[in-house]
């Protein structure tokens, strides 16, 4: 595996990835990873990072760990926009999510714009950059989940203005707009745990209970593994009760880049 660090995708936000690419000449697909933090904090060289640029890369697919902007407040949007905003955070809350409306507001309409011009940027430089198709993954972990997720069966007011992708994993997330799923939509794997304190399994449940009610295909693996943070071992390390190694499960989902591509 090699890295090409901080290429800039995004001047105007002064937003960047580091791409980690297979020995060999070209990757067959990519896939982008989204850190956590709450739309807050984390960065993108998180040790995590390497673990999962390992196992993909040699499966001849390449990583682009990206930054995206945190703390994004409404005053960022134009009116309009902020009312959309609202409502959605509003109607979020009616259907029984319990998270904190810090990972459904202004912030994560942000992380979904920032991740839409990365899957862009790869559209127009993958070649380039050693990529041969150009098929996109999402791997995010916890806010970076929730807005690959949410990238994947975008906000109505953002589907035109943003680009989905191929395929989704994420980790300690959640569907927070669960009324935008569709039977066409991008194939998602969804991986949590119980005693969440930060998005409780529930959460998950409500987009996987509204997924199997209308056909998408999105799919909750229950670890059965208390916790928020540590689900992101649990899916380096553990092993599904079909003894099939979790990281493995994550790899075969991506695989399908590499089929259509």
């Known amino acids: ?24 000449l070209k990757a067959d697909a990519c896939v982008i990873y989204a850190h956590g933090g ?26 682009a760990s990206i930054s995206y902007r945190l703390r994004t407040e409404m005053s960022a949007f134009d009116d309009d926009d902020a009312s959309y905003i609202e409502a959605y955070i509003a109607r979020s809350q009616k259907i029984g999510l319990t998270l904190s409306p810090k990972l459904y507001g202004p912030a994560f309409i942000a992380a979904i714009e920032d991740m839409s011009k990365a899957i862009e940027y790869l559209w127009v430089e993958g070649e ?12 995010g972990v916890s806010a970076g989940g929730i807005a690959g997720l949410a990238l994947a069966y975008p906000p109505m007011q953002w589907v035109r203005r943003v680009s989905r ?20 939509g991008p194939p998602c794997l969804m991986f949590h745990g119980p005693r969440d304190r930060i998005i409780d ?28 943070a540590s689900q992101v071992d649990v899916i380096l390390d553990g092993t599904h009760k079909d003894g099939t190694p979790y990281i493995q499960m994550v790899i075969d989902h991506f695989a399908r880049l590499r089929e259509e591509a």
Not at 128 to 139: D, E
Request: with cysteine; glycine share 10%.
């Open 128 to 139: 380039r950059l050693g990529i041969a198709s150009r098929k996109i993954g999402v791997l």
């Open 165 to 184: 992708p191929d395929a989704v994993v994420a980790i300690s997330a959640a569907l927070v707009q669960p009324w935008r799923l569709e039977e066409n």
């Open 201 to 228: 399994l529930g959460n998950a449940q409500l987009g996987a209970a509204r997924a199997q009610q209308i056909g998408a295909p999105v799919t909750l693996i229950d670890t059965k593994v208390n916790g928020h």
């Open 1 to 24: 595996m090699k890295c090409v660090p901080d290429i800039i995708y995004d001047p105007a936000h002064e937003l960047a990835f580091d791409l980690y690419l297979p020995d060999s």
């Open 38 to 63: 709450g739309f807050r904090r984390g960065h993108r060289g998180h040790v995590e990072v390497g673990h999962f640029a390992d196992a993909l890369t040699a499966q001849g697919l390449a990583v």
